[in-house]
């Protein structure tokens, strides 16, 4: 078991998860991303995200809508955890390294940060790589803002409180968007959810080093996410895509960042919300003795569902829903 210094020690849940994992790989049951055909990284992604699927918070309703965006549509699907009018809402951004992730791979994980919130929350079916790179997702996920700041087709939320949020690469758009946000003064956006975020591209924390293996998700597989979503040439230090490197963050909505202890991104988060911090801005950062993912499989891990609970509390707190 792998210990950091200054870090709790992982959870035993966690332990045994990583050591049934290292039983089915040393059986052949695991393959380096490089070597696996894209229909089948993103098909064993669907499987393991949807098993926990019946297990899933009932909603009073779920609705779907399609945004154009350059002669193109995408869809949003809402969770609607209580059927009240005039809530706030939270726009949500899925997971995958940019390569894999759904409506459908994270439909359980939206109806927990739902439920626990008593939010609404609208998950956006932006474009993944490497068939579209950088900025395609960028520009699907500022689309999906824009019209739900908007407002128009609905009317039975209030659109003038929006947080974003997302996991993993999901997180990296999400915090991309409040930037955005924040640089276009579109102020509907009041808070900002990051689990796990990918922030850093140039990756440069300790934890890159530390989690590197043996922690789940490897650096090498990181790194190869990211280099199925960057256009060669892309400058990695650009805060749209690592906004740990934006000049100024002044002014960004407050940020709730709910990372796992043992994971090659911790310190993405980390340095994010010191940058924040310095930057005076309202930063809760809270650390779980666990690995990259949990929050998306709630249902198995303990740790996922206070992950849910604390952030359904950050959401309640930054839109006044108490």
């Known amino acids: 078991?792998?210990?950091i210094k200054g870090y709790p020690p992982?959870?035993?849940q966690t332990a045994d998860f990583l050591a049934k994992a290292a039983q089915t790989a040393a059986a052949g049951g695991g393959n380096r991303l490089a070597e696996m055909a894209l229909t089948d990284i993103r098909s064993d992604y669907e499987l393991r995200l949807t098993a926990d699927a019946a297990q899933a918070p009932e909603m009073a309703a779920i609705r779907e809508y399609a945004v154009s965006v350059a002669g193109r549509k995408v869809t949003l699907r809402l969770y609607d955890p209580t059927g009240k009018t005039g809530m706030p809402v939270i726009l949500f951004m899925h997971g995958g390294g940019f390569v894999k992730g759904s409506l459908e791979s994270h439909d359980c994980f939206c109806r927990g940060l739902a439920k626990e919130s008593g939010l609404p929350v609208v998950a956006v079916d932006y474009r993944l790589a490497p068939e579209v790179r950088y900025p395609g997702a960028m520009?699907?996920?500022i689309a999906a803002l824009e019209w739900l700041t908007d407002g128009?087709?609905?009317?039975?939320?209030d659109s003038s409180r929006v947080i974003v949020a997302g996991d993993s690469a999901g997180g990296q758009l999400a915090a991309a968007l409040a930037l955005y946000a924040r640089d276009?003064?579109?102020c509907n956006v009041c808070g900002q959810i990051l689990f796990y975020p990918c922030l850093d591209m140039m990756c440069s924390g300790p934890s890159h080093t530390q989690c590197a293996t043996g922690c789940g998700l490897t650096e090498e597989a990181v790194i190869w996410y990211y280099d199925q979503y960057l256009p060669e040439g892309a400058d990695k230090a650009n805060p749209e895509l690592s906004p740990v490197y934006a000049a100024n963050l002044g002014g960004v909505a407050p940020a709730g960042i709910f990372n796992a202890v043992f994971d090659p991104v911790r310190?993405?988060?980390e340095l994010y919300a010191t940058a924040l911090k310095e930057a005076g801005n309202d930063v809760e950062l809270h650390l779980f003795p666990t690995v990259h993912g949990f929050a998306s499989m709630y249902v198995q891990f303990a740790q996922g569902k206070n992950?849910?609970?604390k952030a359904g509390a950050f959401a309640r707190r930054v839109t006044g829903i108490f």
């Not at 128009?152 to 939320?157: K, T, Y």
Request: with cysteine.
């Open 1 to 3: 078991m792998i210990h």
């Open 10 to 12: 992982m959870d035993e």
């Open 139 to 141: 520009q699907d996920c």
């Open 152 to 157: 128009a087709e609905l009317d039975f939320i």
């Open 184 to 186: 276009k003064r579109i």
């Open 267 to 269: 310190s993405d988060g």
């Open 307 to 309: 992950a849910l609970v």
